[in-house]
Nanobody, 116 residues
Framework: QAQLVESGGGLVQPGGSLRLSCAAS????????MAWYRQAPGKQRELVAT???????TCADSVKGRFTISRDNAKNTVYLQMSSLKPEDTAVYLC??????????WGQGTQVTVSS
């Protein structure tokens, strides 16, 4: 059974950094495109960053230059390194996996709160 488990969220001051992790199991991780989304209260879910099975990454304009997505296929894990965090980055961050055959899986999310 496929499972995505996020970790690394928490409370951080503006300007601080966090690294989120998403550990996958039950899938052939190296075949999957991975992504991070976020959802703030009262707002639509927003795509933050993606990384292909080959390692090509993209980031939303709102986080470009501050967030970096990466993956370690040996550990079945995708990461989101976040720096220069702002209060508007506060959200639940969710991990997403998408296979070439159309299978999709979501993690349960991890809360990131940026506040002084």
């Amino acid at each position: 059974q496929a499972q995505l488990v996020e970790s690394g969220g928490g409370l951080v001051q503006p300007g601080g950094s966090l690294r989120l992790s998403c550990a996958a199991s039950g899938i052939i991780f190296s075949n999957y495109q991975m992504a991070w989304y976020r959802q703030a209260p009262g707002k639509q879910r927003e795509l933050v960053a993606t990384i292909t099975s080959g390692g090509t990454s993209t980031c939303a304009d709102s986080v470009k230059g501050r967030f970096t997505i990466s993956r370690d296929n040996a550990k079945n894990t995708v990461y989101l390194q976040m720096s220069s965090l702002k209060p508007e980055d506060t959200a639940v961050y969710l991990c997403f996996a998408h296979s070439p055959f159309g299978r999709e899986y979501w993690g349960q999310g991890t809360q990131v709160t940026v506040s002084s």
